[in-house]
């Protein structure tokens, strides 16, 4: 069973991921970034499918062939499983049907609450006490999917968007690697990573 992780950033979450002892396969990355030095750090394959080979972060971006390409990338090293961290392009629906139930990713509140990406300053400008971190299923829709995890987190009074993002980052560089896990033995077994996922979070 081969996993693939993208990256787009730092590489943190991949440094958790790879701190957990999670067999990776290959690390992808959407442009140069740090992320893919702590890969190569590990002894991981790393892929560079750049951007700018598909007009950038310019209005000209041609999102389905780059999908595509991330796609034939990926397929070419038999890869199972695409675990997103902290990847910072929105694919088109084309590579979750070639990867269809088999894409995972984190969001930075107890989704469906706070879908989107301002889900930490929305959480905060809504008076919450509680937010969190989810692992799910990644569709085309933004922060659909199945849930597989969650974890609390609660909002302090003195909290800011960066002191609580931080705390939420705590708990996703904990929760992910473990979900991460799980989904693996289930794939393992035969099951879809949806398998996991409460009954209720399902549809």
Same mark, same amino acid.
């Given at each position: 069973?081969?996993?693939? %992780?993208?990256?787009? #950033?730092? +590489? =943190?979450? &991949?440094? @958790?991921?790879?701190?957990?002892?999670?067999?990776?396969? $290959?690390?992808?990355?959407?442009?140069?970034?740090?992320?893919?030095?702590?890969?190569?750090?590990?002894?991981?394959?790393?892929?560079?499918?750049?951007?700018?080979?598909?007009?950038?972060?310019?209005?000209?971006?041609?999102?389905?062939?780059?999908?595509?390409?991330?796609?034939?990338?990926?397929?070419?090293?038999?890869?199972?499983? %695409?675990?997103?961290? #902290?990847? +910072? =392009?929105? &694919?088109? @629906?084309?590579?979750?049907?070639?990867?269809?139930?088999? $894409?995972?990713?984190?969001?930075?509140?107890?989704?469906?609450?706070?879908?989107?990406?301002?889900?930490?300053?929305?959480?905060?400008?809504?008076?919450?006490?509680?937010?969190?971190?989810?692992?799910?299923?990644?569709?085309?829709?933004?922060?659909?999917?199945?849930?597989?995890?969650?974890?609390?987190?609660?909002?302090?009074?003195?909290?800011?968007?960066?002191?609580?993002?931080?705390?939420?980052? @705590?708990?996703?560089?904990?929760?992910?690697?473990?979900?991460?896990?799980?989904?693996?033995?289930?794939?393992?077994?035969?099951?879809?990573?949806?398998?996991?996922?409460?009954?209720?979070?399902?549809?």
């Amino acid at each position: 069973m081969a996993t693939a %992780v993208l990256v787009s #950033g730092t +590489g =943190t979450i &991949l440094e @958790a991921i790879l701190g957990a002892e999670v067999p990776v396969g $290959v690390v992808v990355a959407d442009r140069p970034c740090r992320g893919l030095v702590v890969a190569a750090r590990g002894g991981v394959e790393t892929v560079l499918v750049d951007r700018a080979e598909h007009g950038g972060f310019s209005p000209s971006f041609d999102r389905e062939a780059y999908s595509a390409s991330l796609a034939d990338a990926l397929e070419q090293r038999g890869v199972d499983l %695409v675990c997103m961290a #902290g990847f +910072g =392009t929105v &694919l088109a @629906a084309s590579f979750f049907e070639r990867f269809e139930g088999r $894409v995972l990713n984190t969001h930075p509140s107890l989704l469906p609450a706070f879908r989107g990406w301002h889900a930490v300053r929305d959480a905060l400008a809504a008076g919450v006490t509680t937010t969190g971190c989810t692992v799910h299923v990644a569709t085309a829709e933004l922060d659909e999917g199945p849930i597989l995890s969650q974890e609390p987190v609660e909002v302090r009074d003195d909290d800011d968007e960066a002191t609580l993002h931080e705390r939420i980052k @705590a708990v996703e560089r904990r929760l992910y690697p473990l979900t991460i896990l799980l989904v693996r033995a289930a794939l393992a077994r035969g099951d879809e990573p949806a398998s996991l996922a409460r009954p209720e979070a399902k549809d």
